[in-house]
């Protein structure tokens, strides 16, 4: 899918977004483009702001049998995310929404208001059977508007009542304010933690992830949630070739001292419309690497930006993903960053006793 260089939003419109574009997404019309109003006067266009509506879920929890997927199951309070990274594989999402993957998914948010009422009776199911949840999978559950949504914090707290296990992958150090259910949840096995850092370098993080919190504070975020005793996972990704790959044992490294106890890594994905968005990017910010940066994508993944089959998505294939999976196995060997995780608890799992008036 190309993007037409009409469709493209002002600089100064999209200050501290991410997609350079709102093209339409593969269930509409590809193009969105001004127009006159009859009224010949220059007026100055405003600022694209983030707007919030709520949806009433039907069900919460969704199931996959992925085999690139350590989970069967997750959960996702909002749809949309203002972090707005441009890399995001989540983006194509939106589409199913009739919204633009591009400036729409990080400006036009939904969350979902009685997800933790729906948690909580399907949680409740008389054939439900516990395994880990995981959050974060799609769109970021610490993403700005949870501060006042708490739509996050309130699924904690269902979860932390039926003593649930539970994953959560964030870019988000407000996850810090829900250490008062977190470490409880950890003592018993029930909680553990991914945090992203994808660069050390600031700038090129403001552009890349323009609201989400710069990596150093995100470093101290994997120290607070050390400190407090909730396992942290340091996920080195996704690994840009020509971009950060560099960066590698840098983060793992920087990563290690601010204590997280295991490292994953996954290379860029470019599903969907995130590849045309992604390469817009590129030419706007970094032109010069962006003959590279593709060149080296595509080496990966048989000549394509993308390759979606099972066991290939995650890491590509070829002589590039092999040395960069032995460096990156290489540098977290010597951290001690290579360790499995322990597998969550799922024998603690109680339907509350209030709950059982539900049947």
């Known amino acids: 899918m190309e993007i037409a260089k009409d469709d493209r939003i002002a600089p100064e419109r999209r200050r501290a977004r991410g997609a350079v574009s709102n093209t339409g997404g593969r269930f509409e019309a590809q193009t969105r483009q001004a127009a006159c109003d009859g009224w010949d006067i220059p ?70 208001a009685n997800a933790p009422d729906v948690l909580r009776r399907e949680l409740s199911a008389r054939h439900y059977r516990p395994a880990p949840i995981a959050i974060g999978t799609n769109t970021d559950p610490y993403q700005p508007v949870e501060q006042k949504r708490k739509m996050m914090r309130a699924c904690l707290k269902v979860l932390a009542e039926f003593r649930h296990p539970v994953a959560i992958v964030t870019k988000g150090t407000m996850i810090e304010r829900d250490l008062d259910i977190l470490a409880p949840m950890a003592r018993d ?30 470093l101290a975020t994997i ?109 977290a060997r010597r951290l001690a960053l290579d360790a499995r995780q322990p597998d969550l608890r799922c024998d603690l799992f109680r339907v509350p006793s209030d709950q059982m008036t539900l049947f």
């Open 43 to 112: 007026e100055p266009r405003p600022g694209i702001e983030t707007e919030l509506r709520v949806e009433w879920a039907r069900s919460l929890i969704t199931y996959n049998r992925s085999p690139d997927l350590p989970f069967d199951r997750s959960i996702n309070p909002y749809r949309g995310c203002e972090h707005g990274c441009v890399y995001c594989f989540a983006r194509p999402s939106h589409a199913y929404l009739g919204l633009s993957p591009g400036l729409d998914f990080e400006t036009r948010l939904v969350a979902k």
């Open 189 to 218: 096995g029930l909680v553990r933690v991914g945090l992203s850092v994808t660069t050390l370098d600031p700038a090129l993080a403001r552009r890349m992830e323009p609201r989400a919190p710069v990596p150093a504070r995100r």
């Open 223 to 331: 120290r607070a949630l050390s400190r407090a005793g909730v396992p942290v996972r340091l996920m080195v990704s996704p690994i840009v070739p020509g971009l950060t790959d560099h960066e590698i044992e840098a983060i793992l490294a920087a990563g290690h001292e601010a204590g997280a106890n295991a490292a994953s890594w996954i290379m860029l994905r470019l599903p969907l419309e995130v590849s045309s968005l992604w390469r817009e990017w590129l030419e706007e910010h970094y032109p010069a690497r962006a003959g590279r940066v593709m060149a080296r994508l595509r080496e990966m993944h048989g000549g394509k930006d993308y390759d979606a089959r099972w066991g290939h998505r995650m890491r590509g294939q070829g002589h590039y993903a092999e040395m960069t999976g032995a460096r990156f196995r290489m540098a």
